[in-house]
């Protein structure tokens, strides 16, 4: 069995995150508020989070490079910043380890090949006055003809310091044929705006469900606000490749009638759309 069949989920379990993801890799996947500094004396003050954890991480080898970094917004939230750089250091170690290991026997069998590499990157996706979206973009080479990427998503609820499941943004009770119709419908916009790009349909490329997309929030056009939802697919996942990845915003007034009372607040306005909306 390949060394990258390791649980990504049960790592990211165990420090009690909440995490979707997705992507298609050439194997099977594995994934207080301190006291803000006062002017003139930042320099001196370490926060929380700077302490327990570092903001990157970079190790490279004859076998395999592997990366993390993280975002400055974890500066306010030391609790999350330590879970995402354990859980990101653990995985990157487990990947070079087994590199090593695999290409050790590569090289018995006489086989070469450039190092392997893995890189994840958190980023944030937008931030309202209860709610922290961090979005992951993977990067991973391990053989074969090009490399895999894939998305992660991790909603944090900045009071409570837990992971949000995204299912929790919406009532239970929440009309998902209209929601799967309505991503549908923005996916396939987003396709017609790319040249070349097949059309959903038949076996292969079908419309995604809303449920079992990875989607983070869009940020808003009103201060403190989540304006939407931005679904994340990695090549491979609506279409061939060649077409690459996909970013698709649904606005919150398509949502809003469904949103749960604890959340409802955190959304108001447009969203904002990033400057490559469909990656």
Same mark, same amino acid.
């Given at each position: ?6 649980s ?6 165990a ?23 006062q002017?003139?004396?930042?320099s001196?003050?370490v926060t929380?989070?700077?302490a327990?954890a ?8 004859p !076998?395999?490079q ?12 030391? !609790?999350?910043h #330590?879970?995402l ?7 990157l ?6 590199? #090593? ?9 006489g ?5 392997? #590499?893995?890189?994840?990157a958190?980023?944030?996706s ?5 709610l ?11 053989g ?12 944090? !609820? ?6 949000v ?9 929440? !009309?998902?044929?209209r ?12 396709k ?11 076996e ?12 983070v ?5 009103q ?21 690459g990845?996909?970013?698709v ?8 009638p469904?949103? #749960?009372?604890?959340?409802?607040d955190?959304?108001a306005?447009a969203?904002?759309?990033?400057t490559?909306?469909?990656?």
């Amino acid at each position: 069995m390949s060394f990258v069949r390791f649980s990504r989920v049960a790592a990211l379990a165990a420090v009690g995150l909440v995490l979707t993801v997705g992507g298609c890799k050439r194997k099977e996947d594995k994934a207080e508020t301190p006291t803000p500094a006062q002017p003139g004396v930042a320099s001196a003050v370490v926060t929380p989070a700077e302490a327990a954890a570092p903001f990157s991480y970079k190790t490279t080898s004859p !076998d395999a490079q592997v990366e993390l970094t993280l975002p400055a917004s974890l500066k306010a939230q030391p !609790d999350l910043h #330590a879970q995402l750089y354990a859980a990101g250091v653990k995985d990157l170690k487990a990947f070079a380890e087994g590199a #090593a290991a695999e290409r050790s026997e590569m090289a018995e069998e006489g086989v070469s090949g450039p190092p392997y #590499a893995r890189g994840l990157a958190w980023s944030t996706s937008a931030e309202t006055s209860k709610l922290l979206s961090l979005e992951k973009k993977e990067y991973e080479y391990a053989g074969g003809a090009h490399s895999n990427s894939a998305y992660g998503a991790l909603i944090w !609820d900045k009071a409570m310091k837990r992971g949000v499941a995204p299912a929790a943004l919406l009532r239970k009770d929440a !009309d998902f044929a209209r929601l799967d119709a309505a991503l549908c419908a923005a996916v396939t916009r987003a396709k017609t705006e790319r040249p070349g790009a097949m059309p959903l349909g038949g076996e292969m490329w079908t419309c995604p469900k809303w449920r079992e997309s990875t989607f983070v929030l869009a940020p808003s056009n009103q201060a403190g606000k989540a304006g939407g939802l931005i679904f994340l697919f990695p090549p491979y996942a609506i279409g061939p490749y060649a077409e690459g990845a996909y970013e698709v915003t649904v606005p919150y007034e398509v949502f809003a009638p469904y949103l #749960a009372p604890a959340y409802a607040d955190e959304f108001a306005g447009a969203p904002v759309l990033r400057t490559a909306e469909t990656g």
